[in-house]
Structures are given as structure tokens and as C-alpha cells.
């Protein structure tokens, strides 16, 4: 049987840290799924709505939505799809991927003196526990 205590524990831990970390954005305006979707659009690069719809887990009305607050900003591009005058490729712009950025540092910033904090062993318990997470994420 498993253990559902340990399952409790580790989904209340990982939402919490998850929501205080997800708060430390370059701007608090943005959606989490708006930053979803630049932040895929600058690691990954240009692509379509469709293919950033399937990444990000999101219907296509739903990413629509998301896209056009993010191309009003100035966070996202949209340009002719070369194959396709039907669809558009999106891309982040120089402002967009400065905003991932800038996230991701504050996100660091928040979360790097509180590491240094810890001890050694509990640093390296927590790197052995991301590999472990970062297996459970892909079952």
C-alpha cells in the first residue's frame, strides 16, 4: 500500500514553494499561464499556436487569450509562418525574453539565501530529491 502521508506531505510542500516562487515575477500582473507560454516561447523559440497550445497543456482558445495579453505588451511577436500564409509563427521579442529573465532571477534571488542556509547535507538531500522529482514529473 502506498504511503499517502508521504504523498500529502510532498504535494502540500511542492504547492507551496511552487506558489511562493511562481509570485516573484518581473511583473504581478502577469498570469502563470501567460508565463508559461513566453518563458516556452523564449527557451524553445517560434512556433505556432497549435505547438504552444499541445507544449503548454492548454486548449488553443485559452493560449489565444494569453497571446494576445502578451503581443499587446510587446512580450510576444507574431510573423507570417513561412510554409502556412494561414498561421502565424510567435516568437518573444528582445522585451519578452528580458522578462523571463528578470523572473527568473527574482526567482533565484528568492530562493538562493535560503539554500545557503541550509546545511550541506540538507543541500545535497535536496539535489538527490530534484532528480527524484524531476522523474516523478515525467511518469
Known amino acids: ?4 502521508s508521504l504523498a500529502t506531505d510532498l504535494r ?9 516562487l511562481r509570485a516573484q515575477k518581473a511583473d504581478a ?6 508565463f ?5 516561447l523564449h527557451r524553445d523559440g517560434a512556433m505556432t499556436l497549435a505547438e504552444l497550445s499541445r507544449q503548454d497543456g492548454v486548449t488553443p482558445p485559452s493560449m489565444t487569450k494569453s497571446v494576445a495579453v502578451l503581443v499587446d505588451r510587446g512580450l510576444v511577436s507574431k510573423d507570417d509562418h513561412g510554409d502556412d500564409r494561414r498561421k502565424v509563427l510567435l516568437a518573444a521579442t528582445p522585451a519578452g525574453s528580458a522578462f523571463v529573465e528578470e523572473t527568473r ?10 539554500l545557503t542556509a541550509l546545511s550541506d547535507q540538507e543541500r545535497r538531500t535536496l539535489a538527490d530529491a530534484t532528480e527524484i522529482m524531476r522523474r516523478l514529473a515525467q511518469q
Open 36 to 40: 508559461s507560454a513566453l518563458a516556452r
Open 12 to 20: 502540500i510542500a511542492v504547492n507551496r514553494l511552487s506558489r511562493t
Open 105 to 114: 532571477r527574482r526567482r533565484d534571488d528568492w530562493l538562493s539565501p535560503r
Open 29 to 34: 500582473s502577469m498570469t502563470d499561464g501567460q
Open 1 to 4: 500500500m502506498p504511503d499517502t
